[in-house]
């Protein structure tokens, strides 16, 4: 009985030292997801009345603006709903058209 358990013991360490080995030789390289790249404008900000970061978040590929702010407990972010910035610039080109 004692013997099998050594042996597992054994055995254990050996796979347990095979996965070390296996993670250190690996190289760690971060690669992104073949195909488009989407592109982000995010910009910094403040809001009056309010000791809370902002930041606004462009998507340049969707054409959308969002932003995201931290809670004032500082746990937890509050997101704003996306809005299309093409229904925005369609009403100023009607309102101010070039001549």
Not at 63 to 89: Q, W
Request: no cysteine.
């Amino acid at each position: 009985m004692k013997t099998r358990v050594l042996y597992s013991l054994i055995a254990l360490n050996i796979l347990l030292l095979a996965a070390l080995i296996a993670q250190i030789v690996k190289p760690n390289a971060a690669l992104a997801a073949p195909g488009r790249r989407p592109n982000y404008i995010m910009i910094p900000g403040e809001i009056s009345g309010s000791s809370n970061g902002i930041v606004y978040i462009i998507d340049t590929e969707n054409r959308r603006l969002s932003a995201r702010s931290l809670d004032s407990t500082g746990r937890n972010f509050s997101d704003m709903a996306p809005i299309s910035l093409d229904r925005i610039f369609e009403d100023q080109s009607e309102s101010n058209p070039r001549r």
